[in-house]
């Protein structure tokens, strides 16, 4: 992907401050290297289980496997199927008892090694056995470095839907080596840099322009504006969750896009192949802009600077993108309201007042939604 060399002996490393809970992120190319030391350092006991999935186990497995053996730490590791449907109770169970089997007590480590799906899961698991065990990220993808492995959110999906199971339950160490993105395939890299062009929009217009300035390529490619770019995620994240731990108020503000987008993930029944994470939540950041220049809210300069860079860098942007399409209005209305951020009946959404500028915008008319949407089914080109 690039002629950076794998690894660098740069470390970013941004605090989580919480109450006696607080831990470090801790950024750079090569980072795996270093893993058994530093979860040491967090994890006194002489013991680990890593969950992964098969994926990651094939590329990077056998490596950190040998630091934690290094560090003295004996480790065994189970391997899972990658995709969403891993975050189910069948799976929760088979990390527990992977877990309880391994004989860790409290002083040893939980690792997730892997991306969203893998974290949330281990994390979830961690969260119950024996009512709590230390646990450690160390996330392989670009969403799970910037968004899932950070602020203790964890769950399994069910039936119902998504993430809808769960507990928060921060980790002790957050171990993101941008080398082992560089083995990710294109679209899902791309997917997770919709997640980081989201800190600029919901609260940082610099972080924005810097990267539409053309940051952005040297991220894609590796240089060291992808660990800056991940450091910076990071520590927009971090300040939230140290301001709302449990989403009572600021931290909703991290879902800019992603009523609109879970409603396009329900409408492909959560088929990856049509529409990944990232790419959903691009067309709902899209939505959202467009949505507030609607309502008078936010400039048409900056709903078309947002939707140009999306553009660029290759994200869909548009209804009529969706292999497959979305349905109706209605069923996609009917999908928001389904949506766990509705707080009785009325619609919550994150809206923007400009690039940098989000808000929480509670009691939004689901009659002014549905008739934005049908003109977006319309006109979306
Ligand atoms: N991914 C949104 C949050 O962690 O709150």
């Avoid at 190319?29 to 030391?37: F, I, K, P, Q, Y």
């Avoid at 062009?197 to 940082?204: A, S, T, V």
């Avoid at 109706?328 to 690039?355: C, M, N, P, S, Y």
Wanted: charged share 25%; hydrophobic share 45%.
């Amino acid at each position: 992907m690039s002629d950076t060399p794998r690894i660098s002996n740069i470390r970013h490393i941004v605090p989580v401050e919480l109450a006696g809970r607080s831990y470090d992120i801790v950024i750079g190319r090569g980072v795996l290297s270093e893993a058994g030391e530093r979860i040491r350092t967090v994890c006194p006991g002489g013991r680990a289980a890593i969950v992964t999935d098969s994926h990651v186990a094939k590329h990077h497995l056998p490596q950190l496997e040998a630091m934690l053996a290094s560090a003295g730490i004996a480790s065994k590791a189970l391997v899972l199927p990658p995709g969403e449907k891993t975050k189910s109770f069948a799976a929760l169970e088979s990390v527990c008892d992977a877990v309880i089997a391994a004989r860790l007590e409290r002083g040893d480590a939980v690792i997730a090694f892997g991306g969203g799906v893998i974290g949330d899961l281990t994390g979830f698991a961690a969260a119950i056995v024996r009512r709590g065990m230390r646990f450690i990220q160390i996330p392989t993808t670009l969403l799970s470095q910037v968004d899932s492995s950070v602020g203790g959110k964890t769950a399994i999906n069910t039936h119902h839907g998504k993430n809808l199971i769960g507990a928060f339950h921060q980790p002790v160490l957050v171990l993101a080596d941008t080398a082992l993105l560089d083995t990710l395939p294109e679209r899902e890299f791309r997917a997770g840099y919709a997640e980081v062009i989201k800190y600029g929009l919901l609260g940082d217009k610099d972080f924005f322009d810097w990267l539409e300035s053309g940051a952005w390529r040297r991220v894609f490619a590796g240089g060291p504006e992808r660990e800056e770019a991940v450091r910076i995620s990071c520590a927009s994240k971090a300040v939230i969750v140290a301001r709302d731990e449990t989403e009572q108020g600021d931290r909703a503000l991290l879902n800019l896009g992603h009523t609109f987008g879970h409603a396009l993930e329900a409408a492909v029944g959560y088929d990856g192949t049509r529409l990944v994470h990232g790419e959903a939540i691009a067309i709902g950041m899209r939505l959202a802009f467009d949505f507030s220049q609607e309502q008078g809210l936010c400039s048409g300069q900056d709903a078309l600077r947002v939707r140009r860079h999306f553009e660029t860098v290759g994200l869909p942007v548009s209804l009529a993108q969706v292999p497959g399409g979305t349905g109706t209005a209605e069923t996609l209305l009917d999908a928001i309201r389904q949506d766990k951020k509705v707080a009785r009946g009325a619609l919550t959404f994150i809206l923007v007042r400009g690039i940098g500028e989000s808000f929480i915008a509670k009691d939004v008319d689901a009659r002014i939604v549905r008739e934005f949407l049908e003109r977006q089914l319309v006109r979306d080109i």
